[in-house]
């Protein structure tokens, strides 16, 4: 009996679809399509659903499959974050100023993801342009009353609701990997440029990055087969097996970031076991980045900076944007020049410094958000018995790879009160596709649920 979980996984998805008695592409995006009018107004997540298109993916990639086609993302449903063009649907951004704006034209990736034969279910809520991490009106499958984080939530709100077995995201800040800690689910940061950006509306275009999000790290593995050039000829299950193979020999070297500054229990709990795992795959190193708390504010410095370039172009309907990201637009427009040139100088540094950690280790293991999903309407957070600004410090450890241009994989470790909690495994520049032969590793051995109980049926 084919259950939600069997659904969930890209690979075994695409093996139900080729099997004895297979299942359909059809009768699974029906599936989803029921789930969503059933079940997201209890979760909010989507924007725009698509079903006509959707039957209409499933039926073209069925007949793909039954014409013998072995590509594993045939009639895979995925919901895709409401900045990303697909041609005659709506991108609104979250924001009122695009509430009726229609794309012309796909993006890259969604292009990539079509030919490979992904199903679109629809498109899933953004914070207003990106810019914020709370994501309203959406709330967090595990706790109606808690955050989805952002700016990336719906995307990770739908896949904790068992709504998709697939999503695409954009993190400029930690907007894949925020959500995906304080949802529980897997999110991966891709190394600068391995993705394009072309038709998604951007916050920053420097620090922007488009990204897969899904219910274990071999999904996001085969996604980003698909929605990236550089790894359209990767082979993920033998990039598992190589590193398999390493692991078994314990030859797998990490580090584990010496100082990982204040969090809740639960999280230090988090940070604590993945750490202990990683040794027996092979050896961990305690690693020295003293900077590391201070590179959100050089992140927040560029990011502002090239945000209010980029809304010159709504600057008559200024008005009607939310009195969030209004009120950060005009903050950031009086940021000084040299205030960013010495961002950017220190950006540079950061890169080489987590370069050199690198040299040294496979990847790096480093705390996820600092605490389980706030509560919804408060603008602080007690980490540690401090109290902290909450925009702040959900982006303080998260920031710092889009600086860098460094490839992050969110995974979730296990619950704190009930509400998920993560960490984050950082890899080499341009070595995707072994940080989630990595993440592949973890998450066998961890096992966490992905879809919030109460969604699990």
């Keep these: ?71 594993p993302m045939l009639g895979v449903p995925v919901v895709i974050k ?26 890259a990736v969604w292009n990539r993801l ?15 342009f990106a810019y914020g991490g709370t994501t309203e009106p959406t709330v967090n499958p595990w706790g109606s009353g808690h955050l989805v984080g952002g700016s990336s939530g719906g995307p990770a709100a739908a896949l904790a609701a068992g709504l998709t077995p697939l999503a695409v ?41 488009v990204g897969p999000m899904g219910h274990h790290p071999r999904d996001l593995a085969l996604a980003m087969s698909a929605m990236s050039a550089r790894h359209a000829s990767a082979d993920p299950a033998a990039s598992h097996a190589a590193m398999r193979r390493r692991a078994k020999a ?31 795959f092979g050896t961990t190193t305690e690693v020295d980045f003293d900077e590391f708390a ?11 900076v090239e945000a209010v370039l980029v809304h010159e172009q709504w600057e008559p309907h200024r008005s009607m944007y939310t009195p969030y990201v209004r009120e950060r637009l005009e903050q950031a427009a009086l940021t000084l020049a040299v205030d960013h040139v010495r961002a950017t100088r220190a950006a540079l540094g950061y890169r080489q410094r987590v370069d050199q950690l690198l040299e040294h280790c496979d990847a790096l293991i480093v705390p996820g958000i600092p605490y389980p999903a706030p509560a919804l309407g408060i603008s602080s957070v007690d980490v540690g018995g401090v109290v902290e600004d909450r925009d702040t410090s959900m982006c303080r450890n998260t920031a710092v790879a889009n600086l860098t241009g460094h490839p992050v994989l969110a995974l979730p470790v296990g619950f704190e009160d009930g509400l998920p909690v993560g960490v984050q495994l950082v890899g080499r520049r341009g070595g995707d596709a072994d940080l989630l032969a990595l993440g592949e590793l973890f998450a066998d051995e961890i096992s966490v649920a992905t879809v919030a109980s109460a969604f699990a049926s």
């Design 1 to 71: 009996m084919t259950t939600l979980h069997d659904l969930l996984s890209v690979r075994d998805l695409a093996a139900a679809y080729r099997a004895r008695r297979p299942l359909s592409p059809i009768e699974v995006t029906e599936y989803f399509l029921e789930r969503i009018d059933r079940i997201d107004s209890d979760v909010r997540s989507m924007v725009t659903v698509t079903p006509e298109l959707a039957m209409r993916h499933a039926a073209a990639a069925a007949r793909r499959i039954a014409q013998g086609d072995p590509n």
């Design 82 to 107: 409401d900045l990303i063009d697909v041609k005659g649907v709506r991108t609104t951004a979250g924001s009122a100023v695009l509430r009726d704006n229609v794309a012309t034209s796909s993006s």
């Design 114 to 128: 079509g030919r490979a034969g992904a199903v679109l279910l629809g498109k899933a809520n953004t914070h207003e």
């Design 169 to 209: 995201g954009t993190d400029t800040a930690g907007s894949i990997r925020i959500p995906a800690n304080l949802c529980g689910v897997y999110g991966l940061k891709p190394t600068r440029g391995a993705v394009s950006a072309s038709g998604v509306i951007p916050l920053a275009p420097s620090l922007d990055v």
């Design 250 to 280: 314990r030859r797998v070297r990490f580090g584990v970031l010496a100082d990982p500054g204040r969090m809740t229990p639960g999280v230090a709990a988090a940070f604590e076991r993945t750490a202990a795992i990683s040794s027996t």
């Design 294 to 304: 201070d590179t959100v504010w050089t992140n927040f410095t560029i990011l502002g």
